[in-house]
């Protein structure tokens, strides 16, 4: 349990560099604890991967299937997201508490700090799907109202400067919801570490903080996306390939090669996904302990956000 209430204020800037340079710093610190760390979370997501490939596969050769595997989708997706908050957790300890205090169990079980990561996890997805649907009903209602949105055929079609709309309004709301989830992701750590820190907290300690946070996390995460995308253009090509009209292939064989390709790419694309993740949790583990002023405790396991801002940080 914490030991103090959190600083009802940042204690400081959001130092980008600094932040950059200690993520990949634990990172490579604590590269070997990644392969036990997430061997309970893969493991046990494998039949969640062969379940979606199989509705995929019979979505795909049975397009009247489609709206039952859209639903099946929905708990497999949530059981992937659940699953891998043992992996997330223990990440997150490892890079605020250390090996000694936050060594990552090989079998760990799931307690309340996963709970309330996989809780706030659906909360933000759930933020993002409502700003999602907002954004589509002002398209209705101001293309309507506009009249860039006609109806004359037989599909709501744009006209005239609708197109441009669309553009701008899609921009406004992906900085609205990347603006939104920024401001509240310090929950993530905070729960990882058994902190009593709200919703509220993070939203003040990031005040000011978003636009250094978003670059601080383009900066460590960037490069290692931009390496996984090759590699799933590489290993994947009939996702990205242009069919040929004149071209007839069966549709079994055809998704079978492509089921093939997929799996390629996961074992491949693997690692660089784990570290894609470790990367991403070490950057907001970096920058609410740089902010917020968290250090453990005397006793290495006892974390602590100092109340008052002279409290020194570790």
């Known amino acids: 349990m914490a030991e103090a209430s959190p600083p009802s204020q940042p204690l ?3 130092p980008v560099f600094e932040v950059v340079g200690e993520t990949y710093g ?7 604890y990644l392969p036990q760390t997430a061997l309970l979370p893969v493991v046990l997501s494998v039949p969640l991967y062969w379940a979606s490939l199989q509705s995929t596969k019979r979505m795909m ?7 039952s595997s859209l639903l099946w989708s929905i708990p497999i997706n ?20 250390g090996p000694d205090a936050g060594r990552p169990p090989l079998f760990p079980l799931p307690n309340r700090r996963h709970w309330r990561l996989f809780g706030y996890s659906l909360l933000m997805m759930a933020i993002f799907l409502a700003i999602a649907i907002f954004g589509g009903v002002l398209v209705l209602i101001g293309g309507a109202l506009t009249g860039v949105l006609t109806t004359t055929g037989a599909q709501p079609e744009l006209s005239g400067g609708g197109v441009s709309l669309m553009a701008l309004l899609t921009l406004f709301l992906a900085v609205l919801a990347m603006f939104t989830l920024l401001r509240l992701c310090f929950v ?11 919703l509220r907290h993070s939203w003040g300690h990031t005040k000011g903080q978003t636009l250094r946070l978003f670059v601080a996390l383009l900066m460590t995460c960037l490069p290692i996306y931009v390496l996984m995308m090759a590699i799933s253009i590489a290993t994947t090509p009939s996702i990205f390939q242009t069919a040929d009209p004149g071209q007839v292939q069966d549709p079994v064989l055809a ?14 694309g693997l ?15 970096a920058a609410f302990k740089s902010v917020t002023g968290w250090y453990p405790g005397p006793d290495s396991t006892s974390p602590t956000v100092p109340s008052d801002p002279t409290v020194p940080r570790a």
Request: hydrophobic fraction near 60%; proline fraction near 4%.
């Open 12 to 14: 400081r800037k959001l």
């Open 26 to 32: 634990s990172f490579f610190r604590y590269l070997r």
């Open 61 to 67: 050769i049975d397009p009247s299937s489609a709206a």
């Open 78 to 97: 949530l059981a992937f997201f659940a699953i891998f908050m043992l992996f997330y957790v223990s990440w997150y300890r490892l890079c605020l508490m």
């Open 188 to 198: 993530f750590p905070a729960a990882a570490v058994d902190e009593d820190y709200a």
């Open 255 to 268: 998704i079978e090669e492509l089921q093939s390709q997929m799996l390629t790419s996961l074992f491949v």
């Open 271 to 285: 690692p660089l996904g784990l570290a894609f993740m470790a990367l991403s949790v070490g950057t907001l583990a």
